[in-house]
């Protein structure tokens, strides 16, 4: 089985910086692409910043310029770095990775969630 477990998520005043991390384990022979995503309540969940493997990168617009992804293959590990947090940044983020299991199946693995509230 693959898990992808996330930290870092926190209450912060508008301006400030968090920094995300998620993790997989499990029977992982390689992973592609990994991503966050969020939602905020009463919206549809959005992709925030995806990475692929060899690390090319591609934000949302709303993030560009003040959020940075990250990923460390030999950690199985991405981060997400929030810069100048806004109140809009409000919402649960979730990590997704496109993962190849030891037994040859891939498939896309979600984390449980990770609650980030920025007050204005």
């Known amino acids: 089985q693959v898990q992808l477990v996330e930290s870092g998520g926190g209450l912060v005043q508008a301006g400030g910086s968090l920094r995300l991390s998620c993790a997989a384990s499990?029977?992982?022979?390689?992973?592609?692409?990994m991503g966050w995503y969020r939602q905020a309540p009463g919206k549809q969940r959005e992709l925030v910043a995806v990475i692929s493997s060899g690390g090319s990168t591609n934000y949302a617009d709303s993030v560009k310029g003040r959020f940075t992804i990250s990923r460390d293959n030999a950690k199985n590990t991405v981060y997400l770095q929030m810069n100048s947090l806004k109140p809009e940044d409000t919402a649960v983020y979730y990590c997704?990775?496109?993962?190849?299991?030891?037994?040859?199946?891939?498939?896309?693995?979600w984390g449980q969630g990770t609650q980030v509230t920025v007050s204005s």
């Open positions: 499990g029977i992982i022979l390689n992973i592609n692409d």
């Open positions: 997704n990775a496109n993962i190849m299991t030891i037994v040859a199946v891939r498939n896309r693995y």
